[in-house]
């Protein structure tokens, strides 16, 4: 009985989860981002690599898809990823990585709010990373409507130094709820 009693209570609290079933009503892309890797990057530093002037034209957006701002409840992250351009080398020397939004006057080390991250990046990691949304209920709109911001990839962990110097793009995408 004592098992069927714990059955229960988990379906109970599973069925009470809210779940968003609309969809969104529009997705803001934010493509072909690049930055550099340094062939000198080795563990167990930390980097910060800068992306800044990121224009995202997300007001330009909305008004071209008929949305006012007042009708927004939340800009969350949706989805990024890491792309090495001409596949120079693999990612699997990254052990932890996130990507973080700056205010265009926020150009220091850890500035802003984290929006993705990928801990711990799979071994056998190939020319492409794809990243987590730090959290899909955090709001990032006073980020995100801005005219421009900064971008800042961390380099959290490495588990080896890059094999060269060479350019990663990084794209990403938020949702308009």
């Known amino acids: 009985m004592n098992n069927f009693s714990i059955l229960l209570a988990g379906l109970v609290l599973l069925l009470s989860c809210k779940k968003e079933t609309e969809p969104p009503m529009l997705r803001i892309e934010v ?96 020319y492409e990373l794809d990243l987590v949304p730090t959290s899909s209920q955090n709001d990032y709109q006073e980020l995100v409507l801005q005219n421009a911001l900064n971008v800042q990839v961390k380099f959290e962990r490495l588990r080896k130094s890059p094999s060269g110097s060479y350019n990663i793009t990084l794209n990403m995408e938020f949702e308009v709820r």
Do not use: H
Not at 78 to 97: G, W
């Open 31 to 126: 493509k072909n981002l690049p930055f550099e890797v340094n062939a000198g990057m080795q563990p167990p530093n930390t980097y910060y690599l800068p992306i800044n002037d990121v224009m995202i034209n997300a007001m330009n957006i909305l008004s071209a898809n008929g949305i006012d701002t007042a009708d927004i409840s939340s800009i969350r992250p949706s989805r990024a990823t890491l792309s090495v351009v001409f596949q120079e080398d693999r990612l699997d020397y990254l052990d932890a990585v996130s990507v973080r939004l700056c205010p265009f006057d926020d150009i220091g080390t850890n500035c802003g709010r984290e929006v993705f991250y990928r801990d711990p990046v799979p071994f056998d990691e190939g």
